[in-house]
């Protein structure tokens, strides 16, 4: 499938600050970038903090005034096999050592206060089966509602709100799942479908052996998401860091599946 | 200088559960580990998830019943340069993308929500200095009192008690300094000194081209600790990580310079 | 039912600080005080506070140094009504407006955060049945197990932690039923048959047109509770404020049912 | 001075839920009210629930659909004497027993955890002269900004945050009082002079034998607010409580001196 997604950023920064963006596509497995741009409107220089070692890319730069950017990328996708029925739990033991922070609490990931809700509520269920058991739950008691959460409402607060974005559900099934000592994660992602079309974000859990993708809220396929980055909670994933104050004044994503689009004629 | 670190453990387990140790001295520049043992009693079999990149060294095992750990080690340690006063802060352009996630909030440390009170309390100092003004600000604000918090006490819950233990303190500090753009992160240790003697934890603060350590409690010397691990806050270096449930029966940590102590006679 | 109830309290005051004690048995109908006494080792000044409108007694004095407070009392205890089943809910409309005050969110009860889990989980529940239904809730959801809170742990923090003691269990009461527009309040007591024994500390419900006892973890008749105080948490019906600093050297309450006791004899 | 107040709100209920309107003036000395009207469009039946204790007064009303409510005071004002200076703390035993709840905490004012900042920050100073340096604290302290806090902002949030609105000042000053041992409420009211104008959240404390009003935000003079309403909180002295949901649409609150206003012609 080959997927078109743009991003527009529109921002005002009163002052002169530093910040991060993380929103272009991941250098993983299972997706190809043919082709993409990120631009600044008024252009201006900022150096890259790519990490080789998760594909992740993130640009840092120092601005003032107003400022557009634009991200815009053509993306061949690998549908994904995000299977968890059946999929087994691994002892701490047999964990890759990079997983092991999954298992921890974190910003917005209070997961070791979580240990006696997730006994009492996915009882024998392991593994997959019970990462499974977790998004059932998140589906039938919490209900999807912009404006009920903020940029520093963590897992309890969602549990007890029941109302919440996909920052939120993420956020109470990454809990869930480390309380049961599954590591968890968060992941950031253009979701195709998304309906309204935003940043995505979704987790992903180890068992069988790999990392699986799912989406907390039902909203989108896990399968046919483009990442961006991955991290303990939001405070790692987050499209935009600014380091000092900034306001946003429009903000736009879009994801379009481009597969059957006529291939652009040789000469125009 | 030699040190002689002992840490013993007895602790009860009444289900069959995995437990994590991170207790045994990390392998980094400036600490020689001349001698060591780490004993079970009974002797139980256990996975080592040492990592290679951080130098840090991780035991897992299954147990069930009472057990008795005991470590033991004998170090060579040369004294750091934990110098602040000067050090110059770095634009986020220019860190390491691996001290970038030491920016962000964690667990214990919501950084995030310190912004307002550190630039009101610590105005225009950056770098070194403005770490000093906050160890100082601490050892002036927060009280040394054990019984104030528990495991699930956060910065901000610790900003508002003005009391706690060096956990407590480390978790303000870090929060202070990342609210501040400083990269920190928190540091488990063996302490010269530290009464009573406990494991200890202290903050590395990233300025001046790298990491440098302070004690925010005051009560031990950074330039003589023994480092075991270090990552975003409590979460991250517990010395013992119980995945399900065991009690504490007793519990000491001794550690001693040996520096001047005769040599083993060669045949005793 | 005739009732003897004795509480033993000994603290030590490090500074001359004032407390309020409020552990007498209340003047309430349908408890009946045969005899009573409130000594204090050594013997101080103290004032009292009694509250005529709602029969609630109280002490404040001031003192440094050990103190010894012992408070015996023989009860005449006519069973109370607590039938829940049935109690129709109230319109807000038709509730005495001193009635009011418990409808809203408390120190240790933030109801207000409580309205989506009371509506998933109590449906078309309302009144007593409603009540009852939270009452259920609570003893098949939350293990009674001491130690897990203290004196800061709110009704969301024991609802996600699944554990607590008396305490812990009417503040989440009360949250369900305030988030029911059920008027809730919290009832300080001398509980029969307690173990240990202890202050006790159950719910009332406004239903059906009256107060309506009941205890959320189930160990104690409501029927036979010797009621001390009521209010809108714990924070309201603490039996000893102390404004500074004191520390329990020893305490202990004791209830026994003295109704087939030997009358004293006339002449000894 | 003779004061016209305007509250016009317009709401939207999208099922039939009842609701409290607390907005009108409090009978309370040194306010009278000359003449007002309270209207409903459409018009709705409604019931009183006045308080003659304390002089507030609230409607109770079930409504489904759009509503208009207008409420219009003409209040002759009597300017209050507001001195904290030199009033002296009362000895907790000193105090009417009508008093004492406002020693305790409350759903948005932990005053029990401000204890160590209370003494920290205001050392040796008592009563009125503490009250006043609790206030110049704040307004050296805490930015007044909207958007930064919200219905469930605690003082222990705001205190942190640094930043908030009126009822957030009052949370903080309120928590830091009674941390002191001071008596302290919220108070809702009619503030000339407030931009933009709003309903406003002052607190009072209890020095030198009465209730002293205080603007904690320094925007509106105390001495000449018109009360509405007084509670623990904001949890109290919300001038519109809904017993489900609502939205809404639009609201505006004036308050116009009319002192010097020409009288109405005898025959128009």
Redesign the interface.
Known sequence: MRLHVEARLDYDFPQDV?S?LHLEVAHEAGQTIVAESLTFDPPIAH?R???PATGER?V???HQGSLKMTYVAMVDLTPRDTALAGAPQH???D?P?EV??FL????F??S???E??AR?EFGQLTGGDRVEAILTWLRT?V?YRSGCS???TTA?DS?????GVCRDYAHIAAALCRAS?IPARLVSAYALGLEPPDFHAVIEAYVGGRWRLADPTGLASPANLVRIGE??DA??IAFLTI?GEAFMTAQSVTVRDISQAPAEPAAA
């Open positions: 530093e991060l150096a903090l790519d990490d993130r840092v730069f120092r002892a701490v033991a964990l050592i092991l922070p921890r609490g974190s910003r990931v209070e070791d206060r979580f006696q809700i009492h008691h209900a903020n940029a520093t309890i549990y007890v709100n029941r109302r000592d991290g303990r405070a790692d380091f």
